[in-house]
């Protein structure tokens, strides 16, 4: 099956520095990719996403980009405001179903 | 307008007793999920049904027993629970089954097992 490491787990940055959050997976059939956030005691919410036939995708200060020979997809936010402090969740399709990475914790301090 | 609602918001049982929770969609989506986030955040899959269907079965004690009565609603029965069962146990929904569409979660039960 899917297997999908996250890195870092845990992630300090000063507001209005940028943040990057690394992901790779193991299924080479796999082409759907989506980054949740979760904020504490919240629901996992979609804020981008990426599908294999495209290698970058933006939405104002997100950003993902996708390297398919490698396996490797990441999260870019620029200009970081304290309210994107949460836990951010990479994931890939597989063959059936959404495999999660661990997580980052993200604090932007202000 | 809530898009994937849960019932009970928390649960806090001994150890033994038997609890259920339920999930409704009103996305219109065909494929219902639950997932377990324990204590390291983690979310893992347990279930999936795609029109009233398991169709994803994930290693879960057998005392999870998940139960579809319709497409628009997918319940989890636990039985004799047990301390390891304490975690935020979310439902989700998509529009169809594989992984490929985008997943909305409801807003996790947070069961406590005493």
């Known amino acids: 099956g899917e297997n999908v490491e996250q890195h870092p787990s845990t992630l300090s940055v000063q507001e209005g520095d940028s943040a990057v959050i690394k992901c790779t997976y193991s299924d080479s059939a796999s082409n759907y990719f989506p980054w949740y956030k979760q904020e504490l005691g919240k629901r996992p919410q979609l804020i981008i996403d990426i599908r294999s036939n495209v290698g970058e995708k933006k939405d104002q200060r997100i950003a993902v980009t996708l390297n398919k020979t490698a396996k490797h997809f990441s999260l870019h936010i620029t200009e970081t405001q304290p309210e994107d402090s949460a836990v951010y969740f990479c994931?890939?399709?597989?063959?059936?179903?959404?495999?999660f990475g661990k997580g980052t914790k993200l604090s932007v301090i202000p | 307008d809530t898009a994937v609602s849960q019932t009970p918001k928390y649960l806090v049982t001994q150890m033994g007793n038997d609890k259920s929770i339920k999930c409704e969609q009103n996305?219109?989506?065909?494929?219902m999920y639950w997932y377990k986030q324990d204590s390291k955040k983690f979310l893992k899959i347990m279930f999936s049904?795609?029109?009233?269907?398991?169709?994803i079965n994930e290693t879960v004690p057998n005392r999870f027993s998940p139960k579809s009565p319709d497409k628009a609603h997918l319940n989890l029965h636990i039985n004799s629970l047990e301390l390891g069962d304490s975690a935020v146990y979310f439902c989700?929904?998509?529009?169809?089954?594989?992984?490929?569409?985008?997943?909305?979660f409801g807003p996790g039960t947070r069961l406590l097992v005493l």
């Open positions: 996305l219109g989506h065909d494929t």
């Open positions: 049904y795609n029109n009233k269907e398991l169709i």
């Open positions: 989700a929904s998509s529009q169809a089954s594989g992984g490929r569409e985008t997943q909305y």
């Open positions: 994931a890939a399709s597989g063959s059936y179903q959404l495999t």
